[in-house]
């Protein structure tokens, strides 16, 4: 059921993105009595995985099933949805008003943003085709799918060891790839040792497939590889357009000294330092599965209420004073 604004209305809660932390928050808010809006462009960052994991009994569930079901249940309590881009938002009299891509602003009391973030892939060939398939990032996502076949980890940023120790226990067959980063230390190289992981130095040129998977990474020297998946690290970059309208920057993340990504800086319940904004999901937590993000989304979601809550109070005994 997707609802298309004609004109400006004002909403309790507009939340801006669709994923699972915006679609948490609003179903809380909606169960809460709240009029809420979704502005959903449509751009989920899992659209590539084939299944969602790790979400309590919807573990294997495709992403778009997902969603799709939570569409409905924040429908079937009142809430509605606008399809498309929203670009910028600026400071009204009692809360905010919400620019579109294409069509009529909407107004809201409180603003939650779950826009997510963007992976960044290393440039080698062949990665952005087989992103989300084999291959992959988060071992908790993927690593039972991969399990027991050739890994191979590609260096390109503080983390590779890490992440290489990490994979090796879902696989014995797993391959740390030097490509752009410098050689481990010797107590790094010890600890790969100790655990079975390889070490291949050389610059990676591209994938091979075959046979519809991944069979291998060429490196530029001619040698091949052979793995089934390759592990990258993306570097993750938070969709925060909507929110620099606002003031609100999105700081750098760092991690050993390395940027690994960008996120929107908030409190524990999501609130930003913007009043009536609130953040949920990817674009402040840049570690958030689904089930994660949809529990802050539905954090997020008691903090904006409780606030409306607070407001709808002073709000009715100045009525009552002005009354008197």
Known sequence: MVAHAQEERLY?????GGGAAGLSGALALVRARRSVLVIDDGRPRNVMAGRTHNFLTRDGMPPEELLAAGRAEVAEYGGEFVAGEAVAAEPREGGFRVLLEAGPPVAA????VATGLVDELPEVPGVAERWGR???????????EARDRAIAVLATGPLACRQALMWRQWSADVTLLLHASPEPDPEEYERLAARGVAVVPGRVAGLEVADGGLSGVRLADGRRVPCQAL???PRFTARAGLLASLGLSAELERSEGEVVGSSVQAAGSGAT???GVWVAGNVTSLSDQVIGAAAAGVQAAQAINSDLVDEDTRLAVAARRGSG
């Open 109 to 112: 009391r409180r603003l939650l």
């Open 134 to 144: 084999d291959v992959l990032h988060c071992p908790y996502c993927h690593g039972w």
């Open 12 to 16: 309790d809660v507009v939340v801006v």
């Open 273 to 275: 330092d913007v009043p």
């Open 231 to 233: 592990v990258v690290e």
